[in-house]
């Protein structure tokens, strides 16, 4: 096909007027600060409108936290990245017995029916949080694949006060996204939802029925 | 004071012309009230928006070429109508990019104001009501507010009659269906919104509804009364008229 | 697939004006929606200069198309998604095919697109034993039914509750009969969750394409998005070639507003970034990622200074929610991949003016569309120009069926009016017969007939006002 290639793109400069570009005026989106204190509250007042759960946790708390959690819901199993740190500080702590965590270490192929109908929860890190919009940023990979966040009806997950921008935009800079990006990077704001029938808003409709946020108060 | 102009031009309409010549004389009536002079030229037709919205640019055009013509002098223009105003105004250098006389027609457009844009921006014209107590509803023409630009100037007006109580619409900012040759080429839909403008009206309480724009107000009009409502329209120039002047 | 003989927007919109359940579900619709935007922009300054933002943004892309679509490729590539290109519908579809055959993929899921609604892929797929199926929620109540959307956003708008259970009933195995939204979801996500653990190939559209990073943007609330491009091991994806823009960053106020705008929400509950196939040591994620960018027309767009505007469109739908003939007639009446205002600026573009002649006077350019358009494009002058080309042939452009909407009925209407317009001695002529005889105009008089379906006639004044202010004197130079 590269024949069409040839022709699109010979149409579009044939077209012409590639002329100075117009200069952008970003102030709006500078506009959109708060201070690092109120940027978490303002985070969760997003995310819960949306009907995200939020857990409040310290630095030293959370994997405790998270277990409290699955032991009250009386989770069968929570799936987990071993490798990353985040994972692996939860393993440390698990305790057995009760809620059983399933490592997630080995290609989706081997296990795709047992991660559609046999898991209860999925366990992941955040790089980053939004607080203008509330969002929590995610950069699956090796070590957190995919679909944790995406399959299990359940999605808990772990983010750090001190990582929240201000904006989406903040974030995006801050990250370095915009100079490279690997295989798969998200924002979430909240559990699955629908309103494609008359407009009634309805949760959990392909991916998680239920978003729990760890809240890590780790700011000075 | 000293910078406020002393004589205008008054450009009629087609419609106003037609059908609506009481709101006309009101218009220039307001005008001289305010102490400016009017000067009404003759020769007067139409400032050609429907062909240009039709696509018939030429012919649009040879019409405006004729207006222009008629309005030599550096004075203000000034029209009983949102959506003439807005043809004149904004459109005209559309028409007339690229044309010989592109730059002749710009200066013409930079001159145009609708009437009550006229009144309030430049003439800060203070009423007195004389009349009786009134609920009115108000009908923003879609062309004054967004082609032109309006923003309020004909509701401060009503605002200042202090015997005149404003009901708005429930939709204020919705299309009543006249949309020009809208109306006649797509008469059942333009059917649908006029009616529901007229309910929207006549759910107001209010016993007369206003508007910059006869194109709107012939078609409202003509709505109620094939719903023989006791509703009746008026234009703008002509209520603020009556109410107003000493008789 | 072009039309060869008119389509006439009236019949199909007269006859949705008869439907009052239809036009009350749709008013009670875009109204909600109405108010949802306007809760997001509680500031106009903020709304103002992210609308400014947001079209320099799109206007810049615009303006350097080939070199971005070129980095944007070369980028793709270094990714590991691989770039088809197509001109036509007919060529993207054969490509998807092949795709699918290479890997011996017989069944799709689908995530929302309209790209691929506009190359009607289903209907071709299924032709070729292949099953496609729709999972944006929407999508999938219509394809039950063999409908297409009526709404580019939310395309089972037109649908009650009633009606979607009645139908869930009927053809979901298992299904209960329940009106209980709660419960229609849950079915769905029941049967889809199965078809997105089994296919073969998923397939998406793209919200906007990052050239910088070789990036799909991918906007959704469901999460089918997701299931389609992750799950499967091919993922397809389909676009526009106007969707690229040069940086991620520029994506950001793009994508704020395109929430903001479509269903009024802050955010949506998932932006999705694929900057490529599951990586090295990667344990899901699609084995391979395809990119077809079609063209169908888009390059014709682009060619004209004016209408190069329509390509600024990132398909929020705020245009039809708050259009008046949008929302008393609904989507299918428009006969088209796109309703509403971007519809009639759209469809006519891609498949001839002339054969679109009366959708283009389908709107009584009242202006509501551009008031709220996100990136500003003007589609009231647009349509106005859309006219001019479907009515003249030689205006210098290269629109598809320039001139051909041309009748002599229309040409010799527009050569009287200004016969008498241009000659003030004419217009007072005629002024005088209508003021002394317009009474007398039968109600069944051609144009007049059609005024009075709803209304009386009009009736004009007993003496113009060039005639009174002719008796006043003095007024005149």
Redesign the interface.
């Known amino acids: 096909m590269s024949d069409a290639r040839t022709a699109i793109l010979g149409r579009l400069r044939a077209a012409g007027g590639a002329g100075p570009l117009p200069d952008l005026d970003t102030a709006v989106l500078e506009r959109r600060q708060w201070p690092a204190a109120e940027r978490a509250e303002r985070l969760r007042k997003g995310m819960e409108a949306v009907h995200t759960e939020f857990l409040e946790a310290t630095s030293a708390t959370w994997p405790a936290v998270v277990r409290a959690f699955c032991d009250r819901e009386g989770l069968k199993n929570l799936l987990f990245g071993p490798t990353c740190e985040d994972g692996a500080e939860l393993a440390r702590s698990w305790a057995p017995g009760g809620t059983k965590l399933m490592p997630y270490d080995r290609p989706v192929e081997t296990f795709k029916d047992e991660l559609f109908t046999g898991v209860d929860a999925g366990f992941t890190g955040t790089v980053g949080g939004v607080a203008e919009t509330g969002g929590l940023l995610l950069m699956p990979g090796p070590a957190e694949p995919r679909l944790m966040s995406l399959v299990p009806p359940i999605h808990i997950a772990l983010l750090r006060a001190s990582t929240i921008q201000d904006t989406f935009w903040s974030a995006v800079k801050a990250l370095g996204w915009g100079r490279s990006l690997p295989p798969n990077a998200l924002l979430i704001s909240g559990p699955s939802k629908t309103a494609d029938i008359e407009q009634t808003l309805a949760y959990g409709v392909h991916g998680p029925k239920r978003l729990i946020v760890v809240l890590v108060q780790d700011l000075a | 004071m000293s910078d406020k102009p002393t004589k205008v031009y008054f450009y009629g309409t087609c419609l106003v012309d037609l059908f609506f010549p009481d709101a006309g004389m009101a218009g220039i009536q307001l005008l001289r009230q305010a102490g400016v002079e009017v000067i009404f030229p003759e020769g007067q037709t139409c400032c050609g928006q429907p062909a240009f919205n039709c696509g018939y640019w030429e012919e649009a055009r040879d019409v405006a070429r004729t207006q222009v013509a008629l309005f030599p002098k550096d004075l203000p223009v000034i029209l009983p109508s949102g959506s003439c105003a807005g043809m004149m105004k904004v459109h005209y250098p559309e028409l007339f990019h690229s044309q010989p006389d592109e730059a002749r027609v710009r200066a013409f457009s930079a001159r145009v104001y609708e009437l009550t844009q006229f009144l309030v921006d430049v003439l800060d014209v203070k009423l007195k009501d004389l009349g009786e107590p009134v609920k009115v509803t108000w009908h923003s023409s879609c062309h004054a507010v967004r082609d032109l630009g309006l923003k309020g100037e004909p509701q401060a007006l009503i605002g200042q009659l202090s015997n005149v109580e404003l009901a708005p619409l429930a939709r204020t900012h919705e299309c009543c269906g006249f949309g020009g040759t809208f109306s006649v080429r797509q008469p059942e839909i333009s059917g649908a919104m006029s009616c529901d403008k007229a309910a929207d009206a006549e759910a107001t309480g209010a016993s007369v509804l206003l508007s910059t724009d006869g194109g709107c107000l012939l078609n409202v009009n003509g709505t109620l009364e094939a719903k023989q409502s006791p509703l009746r329209v008026q234009h703008i120039a002509e209520f603020l008229w009556e109410r107003t002047h000493a008789r | 697939m072009h039309a060869e003989k008119e389509i006439l ?2 019949d199909s ?2 006859k949705a ?1 008869l439907d009052p359940q239809l036009r009350a579900n749709f008013r009670r ?1 875009m109204d ?2 109405i108010t949802k935007r306007r809760n997001q922009f509680p500031d106009p300054r ?1 709304l103002q ?2 609308r ?2 947001s079209t ?2 799109r ?2 892309s615009l ?5 971005l ?2 980095q944007f490729e070369a980028n793709c590539t270094k ?2 998604i691989k770039v ?4 036509t519908c007919e ?1 993207a579809n054969n ?1 998807v095919l092949s795709i699918m055959q290479a890997k011996g993929a017989k069944t799709l899921v689908k995530g929302k697109s309209m790209v691929s609604e506009e190359m009607h892929l289903n209907a071709f797929l299924e032709s070729k034993g292949i099953e496609a199926l729709e ?4 999508e999938y ?1 219509i394809q039950l039914d063999g409908e297409t959307p009526s709404h580019i956003i ?4 037109h649908k ?2 009633d009606q ?1 259970a009645r139908q869930f009933s009927q053809k979901i195995k298992d299904a209960k009969y329940t009106e209980d ?2 419960e ?3 079915m ?2 029941k049967v ?2 199965e078809k ?2 089994k296919a073969d190939a998923g397939l998406s559209g793209v919200n906007f394409a990052v050239a ?2 070789g ?1 799909l943007c991918l906007v959704e ?4 998005g ?2 389609s491009t ?2 499967p091991p091919l993922h397809i994806a389909v676009m526009g ?1 106007e969707k690229v823009v040069a ?7 793009l ?2 507003i395109l929430t903001r705008s479509a ?1 009024g929400q ?20 699609p084995q391979e990622v395809h990119l077809v ?1 079609l ?1 169908n027309g888009r ?2 767009m ?2 004209d ?1 004016q209408l ?1 505007a329509t390509l600024r469109c990132i398909r929020c739908g705020a245009c039809m929610n708050h259009c ?2 949008y929302t ?2 609904g989507g299918h009446a428009y006969e088209a991949i796109y309703p509403g205002p971007i519809g009639k600026m759209v469809t006519p573009q891609m498949e001839g003016v002339g054969v679109r002649h ?1 959708l283009l ?8 569309c ?2 709220v358009c996100p990136v500003e494009i003007p589609i009231p ?1 647009i349509l ?9 042939e030689d205006v210098g452009s290269n629109v598809l069926g320039r001139g051909t909407g041309r009748t002599g009925t ?1 040409d010799w209407a ?2 009287i ?2 016969g ?5 001695a004419l ?1 007072r002529v005629a ?1 005088w017969f ?2 002394r005889f ?1 009474k007398a105009l039968p109600a069944s008089a051609p ?1 007049i007939k ?12 007993r ?8 008796a006043e004197g003095g ?3």
């Open positions: 927007f009236r919109a007269s004006l619709a909600g929606l903020d200069d992210l400014d933002l320099t943004i206007s810049r303006l350097s198309l080939p070199e679509l070129e990714n590991g088809h290109w197509a001109e060529q490509l999972s944006d929620l929407g109540i939310m395309p089972a708008i009650n509750k979607i939204v709660d229609l979801t849950a769905a996500r889809l969750r997105f653990l910088e990073t990036t609330n469901e999460g089918n997701r299931m992750h799950v070639l940086r991620l960053e520029d994506v950001a106020p994508y704020a269903t802050a955010v949506s509950t998932y932006f999705n970034m694929i900057t490529g196939p599951r990586g090295t040591d990667e344990k899901d994620g960018i063209d390059s014709r682009y060619a200074p190069r008046p003939v008393r007639i009366d006077h389908g709107s009584s350019l009242c202006g509501a551009a008031e002058e106005v120009r859309l006219r001019r080309e479907a009515t003249h229309e527009w050569r009016w200004a008498v317009l241009k000659r003030p217009y002024a209508a003021t317009g144009l059609n005024w009075t379906r709803t209304r009386t006639k009009p009736v004009p004044a003496r113009s006002l060039s005639e009174r202010m002719r007024s005149h130079e």
